[in-house]
């Protein structure tokens, strides 16, 4: 296949590179942000006024431990003002109960009007409403006072506090987020042009930029389930990092991920650079063993790591020219 790389140039002073004969990867990259395996948003439904927080970022928590503590003083006060509202409502019911029952003894005697059935039946069930309203209000308060203490779900690190020095925070807010330092994945973005090539289970090589010239091997875990819009549509990859290699990993890192889709046995390649192209057509400039420039076309393949696979037109051992452009003026 024909791939357009580069304007024409015109050469100032060349470098020659040597058509070499390879096992030629071909594979996909994408820069990526390393994350916790197994990483916990804590929040709490009933918000309110912190009496205390006893952890903080960076802190070792254990599953179960206590994070942090509302004060419960207004809540419970709340709780007692709702628990007389149901009393009183439940009063109310039992005096519609009472009268509807008589009416309905009257009715039955001929003694007074449907309508007046009729009026008491709405009013029992006006206070049945109430009755129930009441109920769930105090269940939601109830609930609220209960969940004065937020517990770590897991064990494991505070990776981000978003309480910080506040005293109040409200109903649902994430409190904490909390992950386990022994196991990693990268999340990253692949486009959607490439993402055919990308399956779970797939292998590939991770480079983190803290620890230059280590390769951590990994596995696709998942595949996002629809592409993220924008300049250019990408798909979500979760890649796990399946050894450590004895490296203190953390959070947040900077990582770049390999994909391999497939290797051309006894590829021909040269530099990537070398290759310019006029209209629809690759083309090198083949230096000969007798100094002599000529411009060839090739066809050209796949391309990583500064090196593009050459599939007709060249031939190994020949030598190539690497165009330089002019400086500005």
């Known amino acids: 296949m024909n791939v357009h790389l580069s304007p024409q140039r015109r050469f100032l002073q060349s470098a020659v590179e040597i058509a070499r004969v390879e096992d030629f ?22 918000g309110g006024n912190v009496a205390s927080k006893l952890v903080r970022e960076g802190d070792t928590v254990e599953v179960g431990q206590k994070l942090m503590e509302f004060s419960m003083v207004d809540a419970r006060m709340e709780l007692d003002r709702r628990r007389a509202q149901m009393s009183d409502t439940q009063k109310e019911f039992q005096k519609a109960q009472s009268n509807y029952r008589m009416n309905k003894e009257l009715y039955r005697q001929h003694a007074i ?11 029992l069930d006006k206070a049945q409403g109430q009755v129930s309203a009441a109920m769930r209000d105090y269940e939601g308060q109830e609930k609220k006072v209960n969940q004065s203490e937020v517990i770590s ?4 690190v505070v990776l981000s506090d978003k309480v910080g020095s506040s005293g109040w925070v409200g109903s649902g807010q994430e409190l904490f987020v909390i992950g386990q330092l022994d196991r990693f994945r990268v999340r990253t973005k692949v486009d959607e042009l490439d993402i055919s090539k990308i399956q779970a289970g797939q292998t590939a ?21 629809e592409a993220q819009q924008g300049a250019f ?11 450590l290699k004895g490296m203190a990993v953390k959070p947040n890192l900077s990582a770049k991920v390999s994909f391999q889709a497939k290797v051309i046995q006894g590829a021909i390649t040269i530099p990537t650079n070398c290759v310019q192209y006029e209209g629809n057509t690759n083309f090198v400039n083949v ?13 050209v393949g796949g391309s990583g790591d500064g090196r593009i696979v050459i599939f007709d037109g060249l031939g190994a051992g020949e030598a190539v020219l690497v165009p330089e452009t002019n400086p500005a003026t």
């Open 233 to 243: 549509a990408e798909i979500d990859v979760m890649v796990g990092i399946t050894d």
């Open 205 to 225: 090589e991770i480079q983190l930029e803290a620890f230059p010239g280590v390769l951590f091997p990994g596995v696709v875990e998942s595949l996002g389930a």
């Open 287 to 299: 230096l000969s063993p007798a100094g002599i420039v000529a411009k060839r076309s090739v066809e």
């Open 153 to 156: 779900p897991i064990s494991g």
């Open 25 to 46: 990867r071909i594979g996909i990259s994408a820069a990526g942000t390393v994350e916790p395996e197994l990483l916990v948003s804590v929040k709490n439904e009933a």
């Open 113 to 123: 009007p449907r309508k007046d059935l009729a009026d008491a039946q709405l009013a």
